[in-house]
């Protein structure tokens, strides 16, 4: 028995356009994530980039459950002795939504090379439209999600 290894030739990176808005964060996030990773494939591969590329919409509308907005504390650190600071994921989202989301995505992927390439296929945009159009992305509804009003 042989494990398979798809060819480079083999790999076909899609593009898809997720709306994000009224979707949870954590369950919008590990959807993209499997996206980015290839996972939805039969040809995935661990150690190969057979994911593909996404477009997410309305970044700044996403919706986080059970008031963990509010509750949730996003902890940065300068690297200096007393360079902590701290502020929740509302006021994260209304300062920065692109970086917020991107971060929470990123946190799901490996943590090595092939990380930091399935990263770079993730497009995030605040508003409604986006400049991608000439790939002919494809709307993808993430599976059992519901639309949450904010």
């Known amino acids: 028995m042989k494990t398979y290894t798809p060819?480079?030739?083999?790999?076909?990176?899609?593009?898809?356009?997720?709306?994000?808005?009224?979707?949870?964060?954590?369950?919008?996030?590990?959807?993209?994530?499997?996206?980015?990773?290839g996972k939805h494939k039969p040809t995935y591969a661990q150690h190969i980039d057979t994911g593909d590329h996404v477009i997410i919409i309305n970044v700044d509308q996403v919706v986080l459950t059970a008031g963990k907005a509010e509750k949730k504390l996003i902890h940065t650190h300068t690297g200096y002795p007393g360079g902590i600071s701290s502020e929740t994921y509302a006021h994260k989202l209304n300062r920065k939504p692109e970086e917020t989301v991107r971060k929470t995505i990123e946190g799901m992927l490996p943590k090595n090379r092939l990380g930091r390439q399935q990263i770079t296929k993730?497009?995030?945009?605040?508003?409604?439209?986006?400049?991608?159009?000439?790939?002919?992305?494809?709307?993808?509804?993430?599976?059992?999600?519901?639309?949450?009003?904010k």
């Open 7 to 37: 060819k480079i030739s083999e790999i076909q990176h899609d593009w898809h356009v997720v709306d994000a808005q009224g979707l949870t964060l954590g369950r919008m996030a590990t959807e993209v994530a499997r996206l980015l990773r």
């Open 122 to 149: 993730l497009k995030l945009y605040a508003g409604a439209t986006h400049p991608h159009s000439a790939q002919n992305p494809q709307p993808y509804d993430i599976p059992g999600a519901r639309r949450e009003s």
